[in-house]
C-alpha cells in the first residue's frame, strides 16, 4: 500500500512541478510541488531499505545479464514475485531522474532567493 501511495505521489507531483514551471504566476505551486516529489523520493529511499521484502532495494534484479535474457523471453509466460528486471531498472530510473530534477530546482531557487 505505500509503495502504491508514494507512486501516486511521484506521478501526481511531477505532472504537477511540470505544468506549474511554464509562469512565474505559478512559482509558489512549482516549489511546494517540487518540495512534496523531494519527500516521496527521500520516503521510498528509506522504504527501500527497511520496508518489506518487495520494496526493499534489496530485492531488484539489476543483472544486465538477466535483463537481456527477460527482454528476450518476454512474450513467453512467466511467473515472478516483486520486480523482475525491467522494472528494477525503471524503478531505479524513476527514483534518479526526478531526485536530479529536485537538485537542480533546488540550485535555481537558491539563486533566486
Do not use: C
Not at 35 to 40: N, Q
Not at 87 to 113: D, Q, R
Amino acid at each position: 500500500m505505500t509503495n502504491r501511495v508514494l507512486h501516486s505521489v511521484l506521478i501526481v507531483t511531477i505532472a504537477a512541478s511540470f505544468l506549474t514551471s511554464a509562469s512565474e504566476a505559478f512559482l509558489f505551486w512549482h516549489i511546494l510541488f517540487g518540495g512534496t516529489l523531494f519527500w516521496a523520493i527521500a520516503i521510498r529511499t528509506i522504504w527501500g531499505f527497511v520496508g518489506p521484502r518487495y520494496s526493499k532495494f534489496s530485492d531488484f534484479d539489476l543483472s544486465i545479464k538477466n535483463l537481456v535474457t527477460y527482454f528476450r523471453n518476454i512474450l513467453k509466460p512467466h511467473a515472478s514475485q516483486g520486480h523482475n528486471p525491467a522494472s528494477s531498472w525503471s524503478a531505479i530510473l524513476m527514483l534518479s531522474l526526478p531526485s536530479s530534477f529536485v537538485k537542480l530546482g533546488n540550485e535555481k531557487l537558491l539563486k533566486i532567493f
